[in-house]
């Protein structure tokens, strides 16, 4: 396996594959349970792959999907390239905290882009920590008319290899 590029040093604690749960909610839809599977890689460049799918707790049935890249383009700060397969482009950029116990914290806000057939998000701010084999995000997120608002909140862990 080649040796992880020293630049996204910072962010080996997510490489692996993590599953969990998490809840959907907003104004505008019933709120939902769903699974997720998350899987960060590295091809020894100076980013990680990122890919995430998730699942309908009650039927199964495919929701989300993103898929991209996380770069550290300086200390303490991070960039996250994501496509989404509903027309929409999601760059986030933020802060990456190191704790002393090696735990990761990352506070991102999203520039959009949007198709034409997409629906109306405006504005998106992720919160991410890591710590162990535990993985936590909540997203925040303006769409559809409604102000920057609670989407998403969910737990992972690690997969042992
Ligand atoms: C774990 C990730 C996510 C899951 C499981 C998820 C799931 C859902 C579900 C089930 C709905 C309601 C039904 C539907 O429209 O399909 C929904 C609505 C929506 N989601 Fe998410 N979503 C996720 C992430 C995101 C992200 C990252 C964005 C924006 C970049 C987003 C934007 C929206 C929008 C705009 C709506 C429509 C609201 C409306 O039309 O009233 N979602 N989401």
Known sequence: MVDLHPAVA??????GTWTGSGTGEYPTIATFGYSETVTFGHIGKPFLTYTQRTAAVDD??????????????GPGRVEWLLAHPTGIVEILEGTCDIGA???????????????ASAKEVTALTRSIAVSGDRLSYTVQMAAVGQPLQHHLAAVLRKEQP
Do not use: F, N
């Open 10 to 15: 910072v962010l080996a604690p997510l490489l």
């Open 101 to 115: 116990d090696g735990s990761v914290s990352m506070e991102l806000s999203s520039t959009i882009a949007r198709s």
């Open 60 to 73: 199964g049935r495919p929701l989300h999907a993103e898929t991209g890249y996380i770069r550290v383009p």
